[in-house]
């Protein structure tokens, strides 16, 4: 790595046509000027004295009520059934993203049946008195808060707890295999967008006392899932437990969707259709001992799924824990940082994206943005905002190392499309053994090295004496952390760990060790 020629300034490439928009724009003039609670009061009344406004006059549709046409992506939706005497608007443009709102961006979820005017039928009888009661926030009050859930891989709920404070989460802290925090509709979306370790974000919905699947039926069938999305929409269930009593997940899977089915076609006339692959909706169930959580996935498809990752090359990580291993290793983003071992160039990716700012959901979809009353405006307004902040060089040297030819054209392809330039990141074709740094400033050293196996005996054991002696004569002042499944792995190397630290990759248990590296000398 020493003997390459003097880089340029890394920097990031942005898209074209990604502008912060300004203040005096049409399309904003035009939304502000046709908006608010006077051009609602007068649709309104327009409406009951049984008077067709003009078509340049008429009034936006409420936010709340989804595009029957072109709503459902990849083609249109399925009509609904009618809904009551709800009085039909001829003419009603069908669009969704861009179309006006009439009521403030941070105002909770209407419910359908009460924007359309509809009798209401039948509401469903509650499952337990500790069922949640979630109404309407009357105009002009602060937003609505929901307890939420972000799951992250096994040992990173600390470092997860710490982003999200980071983040302005204040009241965030360690669960299960995840972290538990509250936000109000628009703190999801940017914990969706900024989050670098969570696996989802999930809004709780529903939590009540069960001790059979019947009562999770009721549970289910209890909550105002309406706010949220309806037979326009398709639907998928996931359920998972600990300790639960209850004898077939499958089938208490069975009862949560058939409670949520039940309650929107008693409400609206129609359930939606199950989707388990390219689900709109999707709602997770938690069963414990003795009581039931019903969460909201706002995600869609996990968030380590950032979108530039198609070459994986062999043992990947995944993006998240690969971000996690940076923040577990303490790495400041402004110091060189090498990965030896680097495969398709996962952790030098991420190092770099942080580095620049870049938030790692900026370029993929979620799905909250498929779900009713979708806060478009707001959502835009919050990507470009997080783009206003994005630097366009790198503070720091990253170079990766990876012996075989394969992985480094795989690494180089990651980082072309998530947004880096050939200069942002250095690869290099070359053995973990001959690796030297960058530069005389001392950084650290973040790799996921071959292991079990991957490597016979004897290969493993001349990889690490020879690869301990480069670390010694090169890296002296470096920090070196390595992930590894191999509990004997700092006695190969000779060397002494200050830290080891439990972690998962996938349902395989590793260790982050964390060494000092000291010139010429194997000692701590």
Same mark, same amino acid.
């Given at each position: 790595?020493? $003997?390459? &020629?003097?880089?340029?300034?890394? =920097? ?40 067709? !406004? ?39 443009? +069908? ?14 979820? =209407? ?25 309407? @926030? ?11 859930? +972000?799951?992250? &891989? ?60 019947? %009562? ?38 069975? @009862? ?9 076609? %008693? ?6 259709? #199950? ?17 039931? =959580? ?24 995944? %993006? ?13 983003? $402004?110091?060189?940082? #090498? ?9 030098? *990716? ?8 870049? &938030? ?5 979809? /979620? ?22 902040? *994005?630097? !366009? ?9 990876? #012996?075989?030819?394969?992985? #480094? ?11 880096? =330039? ?17 530069? %005389? ?8 090295? !071959? ?31 390595? *992930? ?6 700092? @006695?190969?190397?000779?060397?002494? !760990? /200050? ?26």
């Amino acid at each position: 790595m020493s $003997d390459t &020629p003097e880089r340029k300034k890394p =920097t990031l490439s942005l898209p074209t046509g990604t502008r912060t928009r300004q203040p005096g724009d049409p399309q904003d003039t035009d939304r502000r000027s046709r908006s608010g609670p006077r051009a609602h009061r007068v649709a309104r009344a327009t409406l009951e004295s049984g008077k067709q !406004p003009a078509a340049a006059d008429t009034p936006p549709q409420p936010s709340g009520t989804p595009a029957r046409e072109g709503g459902r992506p990849g083609g249109k939706a399925r009509p609904s059934a009618p809904r009551g005497d709800s009085p039909r608007r001829e003419g009603r443009p +069908a669009t969704a993203p861009d179309r006006p709102r009439t009521r403030p961006d941070d105002a909770p979820p =209407t419910r359908s049946h009460e924007r359309r005017g509809a009798p209401r039928g039948p509401r469903p009888a509650a499952a337990a008195q500790d069922a949640p009661r979630l109404e309407r @926030r009357p105009r002009g009050t602060q937003a609505e808060t929901f307890a939420m859930f +972000a799951p992250c &891989p096994q040992g990173l709920e600390t470092a997860l707890v710490d982003e999200l404070h980071a983040l302005g989460y204040d009241d965030a802290h360690p669960g299960r295999a995840g972290a538990h925090f509250t936000a109000d509709w628009a703190g999801m979306m940017r914990a969706n967008l900024e989050s670098r370790l969570a696996t989802r974000v999930l809004v709780r919905v529903a939590h009540g006392t069960v001790r059979n699947e019947d %009562e999770l039926l009721e549970l289910a069938r209890a909550t105002p899932w309406e706010r949220w999305f309806g037979a326009e929409q398709t639907l998928r269930v996931d359920t998972s437990a600990v300790r639960s009593p209850m004898k077939s997940l499958q089938f208490c899977n069975l @009862r949560v969707k058939d409670g949520i089915c039940d309650r929107l076609r %008693e409400l609206e006339g129609e359930r939606p259709s #199950i989707d388990t692959v390219r689900p709109d909706a999707r709602v997770h169930a938690f069963l414990d001992e003795t009581s039931a =959580t019903l969460y909201l996935d706002t995600s869609g498809e996990s968030l380590f799924k950032r979108g530039w990752r198609l070459d994986k090359g062999e043992a990947p990580l995944r %993006e998240n824990l690969a971000a996690g291993l940076l923040a577990l290793s303490g790495w400041p983003a $402004d110091v060189p940082l #090498i990965d030896p071992f680097c495969g398709s160039g996962t952790i030098l *990716i991420e190092a770099a994206l942080k580095g620049l700012r870049v &938030p790692p959901g900026i370029s993929r979809p /979620f799905a909250f943005e498929r779900l009713r009353d979708h806060q478009d405006r707001r959502w835009r307004d919050l990507k470009d905002d997080a783009r206003a902040r *994005i630097l !366009p060089e790198l503070p720091m040297q990253l170079a990766g190392a990876d #012996i075989d030819p394969r992985a #480094i054209d795989a690494a180089r392809g990651n980082a072309q499309r998530a947004g880096l =330039t050939e200069d942002a990141v250095y690869f290099e074709i070359a053995d973990a053994r001959d690796t030297c740094p960058l530069d %005389e400033r001392p950084g650290w050293l973040i790799t996921n090295p !071959p292991y079990g196996e991957r490597l016979d005996l004897e290969e493993d054991i001349q990889l690490w004496t020879e690869w301990a002696s480069t670390l010694k004569r090169e890296f002296g002042g470096w920090q070196l952390h390595v *992930i590894t499944s191999d509990m004997e792995f700092p @006695r190969k190397l000779r060397l002494d !760990p /200050f830290r080891r630290t439990p972690v998962y990759n996938g349902a395989l248990a590793c260790r982050l060790f964390g060494f000092q590296l000291v010139k010429g000398s194997f000692r701590r």
